[in-house]
C-alpha cells in the first residue's frame, strides 16, 4: 500500500523536475541559437579558445582537425579551465510569492521567475562545465549546497529549485527577508573567488531597522525609505572583500509592482512579510509612488556601482533572455 501511495507523489515531483529543466534547456538553447545575431559571435558554451601544443601535456585535447589543416599542434581551452564558480543566491521570502498567479501572464510571479531564471543560468553554466551552488533564504538561510560541477549535481540542483518553482504557485506569509545576514553568512561560506548571482526583490529588513534604530533618516528626498542602509553597505562589502564578483537582479513585476496597474477603485493592500493593511486607492497615489520608488532604485543602483556590483533589473514581463544576456556581458567585460 506504501508503494501505491508513494508512486504518484514520486511521479509528480519527477514531473516537476522534467518541466522545469526543460523550461531551462528550452531558453539555453533558444538563447545559443540566437548569439550569432549578437554582439557576442563566437561565444561557446564549451570550447573558449586554441592555445600553442607544449611537448609534454597530454594530447587528449590537441585538435587534430587543425592540426590537419596547419600542421601544427593546438590544444582546446574549455571553460572549465578557468576554474568558474557560480554561487545562486534566490530571496524564497514571502514577498516573492507576490503577484499572485491569476494576475500574471503565463503564473510567473517574482519567485517562480526568479527559480525560472536560476535553473536556466545553472544549465548555461552546466554546460560550460563550471561549478555550480545553490543557496535559499528569507529570514535565515535554509538551503546552501556544495559548489561542484557535473551532470549529477546539475540534477541535484535542479531538485531542489523545481521544489520552490511548483511552491511558488502556494503562497506564504509570514516569512521576512533578512538578505543582510544571508549575504554576511555567505561571503564566509565561499573560501575561493567566485561569481556572486543573487535573485531578490531587494526589501530587506534591515532597512526598517536601521530607521528604528536611527541610523537612517526616515525618508529621502521624495520621502522615500532610503535604501543604501548601512547593513546592506557592510554586506556588499564584505562580498567584495573576499573578491567576489556580484551580480545582482532586481526581480520586479512591471504591471502589478512598477506600474500599479488595477483598476479604479479602492483595494486592500496587505504587507505579505508583516501582514499590515492599507485601504487606498492605487489610482490616487500612482504618481508620488512612481516617484520614490525610481528614487529607491537609483539609490540602490548607486550603492551597487560604489562596490562594482553589477546591478540588473530584472522585470517577469521581460521574460528570461535578458537574465542570460546580462550574465554573458558581464562574463566579457571581466574575461
Known sequence: MSREMGAPFVSDFQDGIGNLAFLAKSVVEGFLTGLHRSPF?????EFSEHR????????????????????????????????????????????MFFPSAEETQGGFNKLRFAVGAAASLSYLLYKQRDAISLNTFSNTVD??????????????????????????????AGQTTDLTAALH??????????????????????????????????????????????????ALQHLRHRQHEVLLFHVQSRDKELRLQYDNRPYRFIDMETGEEVRLN???????????????????????????????????????????QAYLASRHVKR
Open 41 to 45: 559571435h563566437g561565444f561557446s558554451v
Open 282 to 324: 492605487p489610482h490616487d497615489i500612482r504618481e508620488a509612488y512612481e516617484e520614490r520608488r525610481t528614487i529607491r532604485q537609483t539609490e540602490l543602483r548607486r550603492l551597487c556601482e560604489r562596490y562594482a556590483v553589477d546591478y540588473i533589473p530584472a522585470v517577469i514581463e521581460d521574460g528570461f533572455m535578458p537574465i542570460l
Open 52 to 95: 600553442p601544443y607544449n611537448a609534454g601535456e597530454d594530447t587528449r585535447h590537441v585538435d587534430w582537425r587543425l592540426y590537419a589543416r596547419t600542421d601544427r599542434l593546438f590544444t582546446k581551452k574549455y571553460s572549465e579551465e578557468t576554474n568558474m564558480r557560480c554561487h545562486l543566491l534566490i530571496d524564497t521570502s514571502s514577498s
Open 185 to 234: 553568512l555567505l561571503a564566509e561560506k565561499m573560501p575561493k573567488r567566485s561569481m556572486v548571482v543573487l535573485f531578490s526583490d531587494m526589501f530587506d529588513k534591515s532597512e526598517a531597522d536601521d530607521r528604528v534604530d536611527g541610523d537612517l533618516p526616515a525618508t529621502s528626498l521624495a520621502g522615500n525609505p532610503v535604501v543604501a542602509s548601512p547593513a546592506l553597505t557592510a
Open 143 to 172: 538551503f546552501m549546497s556544495d559548489c561542484k560541477s557535473g551532470a549529477y549535481h546539475w540534477h541535484y540542483i535542479m531538485e531542489r529549485l523545481s521544489y520552490w518553482y511548483d511552491a511558488a504557485r502556494r503562497p506564504s
